[in-house]
């Protein structure tokens, strides 16, 4: 399950970049509304990336399944995907898809926690 923490770890730097990127090259280009949705789309991005690679250290002790690291993947790439797209001009109806990815993430905190519980014993 070293896979998970490669994954978490890759999208963990490529979260920072976006949010530099967000924070310098977009900051100007952006209105309120656009920059919000990125700056979402960023801490989203960071919070699951990490949480891939707890994750992956959970997975590597037993204590969890891969259907949790596959939504929680799903659902950053639909959930901030959407996010960044939107900021960067794609119509707003991608805003559609956005609550697709965080329904992802959702079910993935909680098939995490059901499967550490489920090992616990």
Do not use: C
């Amino acid at each position: 399950m070293r896979t998970w923490i490669s994954i978490g770890a890759a999208l963990g730097a490529l979260a920072v970049i976006l949010g530099a990127f967000g924070a310098h090259a977009l900051k100007e280009r952006l209105d309120a509304e656009q920059l919000a949705w990125w700056n979402t789309g960023v801490q989203y991005h960071m919070s699951h990336a990490i949480a891939l690679v707890l994750f992956g250290i959970a997975s590597e002790r037993g204590r969890s399944g891969g259907l949790a690291g596959a939504l929680f993947l799903l659902g950053l790439t639909l959930f901030s995907g959407t996010l960044y797209a939107m900021a960067l001009g794609a119509p707003r109806w991608f805003g559609a898809i956005t609550p697709v990815g965080g329904a992802a993430l959702i079910l993935a905190w909680i098939l995490f926690a059901l499967s550490a519980r489920r090992h616990s014993r």
